[in-house]
């Protein structure tokens, strides 16, 4: 299976703060990464996919980039709507795999 | 509007089997695959398997010997099942739809806590 490590695991930010979250594959996995926020109690809500392409209502704030096996989710100006868990996903290959987490709590 | 609502058992003993239904409101049932996905309390997300309209399926190697994904296409429906559950099978489980075979997920059901317990 490919390994999804996402940095760090805890994040502390204000609002208006500019986030930057990584996520890290064991083997190269192209552009075939999603993002996803999930807020205590919901199911993840996703973000973007192919690394880069924004869901249709997400806000533009929100921004994905990398390919091969290093990746970044970019929150351009956190709201406190954004105080949530977020998380990487490859579907490169079989296992599907997630990364760990990464928590963004305020500060 | 595409949504999918889930139930099952909440409450299993060691050894029981899983059961859950996931039933699709709106859009296709065609095109698409349909997904199980679980999280344990306070952990991350484990894909478990996925199955389209046509029955074919993927699972993850690590549960595959207990799990079982079917498809009943006259109720827009699918079910898991896992066999011989433990306590490490606690967490909430979730169904959703993948873009295609092996996909990201932009719908997901409500999500239902399976504990087992003695």
């Known amino acids: 299976d490919i390994q999804m490590t996402q940095s760090p695991s805890t994040l502390s930010a204000s609002v208006g703060d500019r986030v930057t979250i990584t996520c890290r594959a064991s083997?190269?996995?192209?552009?075939?990464l999603a993002w996803y926020q999930q807020k205590p109690g919901k199911a993840p809500k996703l973000l973007i996919q192919?690394?880069?392409s924004l869901e249709s209502g997400v806000p533009s704030r929100f921004s994905g980039s990398g390919s091969g096996t290093e990746f970044t989710l970019t929150i351009s100006s956190l709201q406190p709507d954004d105080f949530a868990t977020y998380y990487c996903?490859?579907?490169?290959?079989?296992?599907?795999?997630f990364g760990g987490g990464t928590k963004v709590e305020i500060k | 509007q595409v949504q999918l609502q889930q139930w099952g058992a909440g409450l299993l003993k060691p050894s029981e089997t899983l059961s859950l239904t996931c039933a699709v409101y709106?859009?296709?049932?065609?095109?698409?695959?349909w997904s199980w996905i679980r999280q344990p309390p306070g952990k991350g997300l484990e894909w478990i398997g996925e199955?389209?309209?046509?029955?074919?399926?993927n699972y993850n190697p690590s549960l595959k010997s207990r799990v079982t994904i079917s498809v009943d296409t006259s109720k827009n429906q699918f079910t898991l099942k896992l066999r011989s559950v433990t306590a490490a099978d606690t967490a909430v489980y979730y169904c959703?739809?993948?873009?295609?075979?092996?996909?990201?997920?932009?719908?997901w059901g409500q999500g239902t806590l399976v504990t087992v317990s003695s």
């Open positions: 199955i389209n309209r046509g029955g074919d399926t």
């Open positions: 192919k690394a880069s």
């Open positions: 959703g739809r993948g873009y295609g075979s092996g996909s990201y997920y932009n719908y």
């Open positions: 996903q490859q579907y490169y290959s079989y296992s599907l795999t």
């Open positions: 083997q190269s996995i192209s552009s075939w």
């Open positions: 709106g859009g296709s049932f065609s095109g698409y695959y």
